[in-house]
């Protein structure tokens, strides 16, 4: 099993940055990748971006390329989310996942990571 706690999020002015962490624990030599998922109310879960557990290889979607950087603490088995420039559209809970199988090199679908944190909430006021 792997634990997931993700932390850092909260209200942010449009332009602003916030710096998400995700702790991960127990069995964490299992895990192929990490990723980072959002979700706005009424909206699907969404592809942030994916940190390879293994090497240092990322992943990241369009939406966020170029204002959010991942990143990873091997000391601390930490994955962080750097969020600059943010937009109200950034506006979700913000989930972290761990990959466990390594079936595909960083994967988007969210169905592809097995554990999941319990979400931070991040809130871009305009």
């Known amino acids: 099993q792997v634990q997931l706690v993700e932390s850092g999020g909260g209200l942010v002015q449009a332009g602003g940055s916030l710096r998400l962490s995700c702790v991960a624990s127990?069995?964490?030599?299992?895990?192929?990748?990490l990723g980072w998922f959002r979700q706005a109310p009424g909206k699907e879960r969404e592809f942030v971006a994916a940190?390879?557990?293994?090497?240092?290889?990322?992943r990241y979607s369009s939406s966020v390329k170029d204002r959010f950087t991942i990143s990873r603490d091997n000391a601390r088995n930490t994955v962080y989310l750097q969020m600059n420039s943010l937009k109200p559209e950034d506006t979700a809970v913000y989930y972290c996942?761990?990959?466990?199988?390594?079936?595909?090199?960083?994967?988007?679908?969210?169905?592809?990571?097995?554990?999941w944190g319990q979400g931070t909430q991040v809130t871009v006021s305009s």
């Open positions: 996942a761990a990959d466990r199988y390594g079936s595909e090199a960083l994967p988007t679908a969210g169905g592809r990571y097995t554990y």
């Open positions: 127990g069995r964490t030599f299992t895990i192929y990748a």
């Open positions: 940190f390879d557990w293994i090497g240092s290889n990322t």
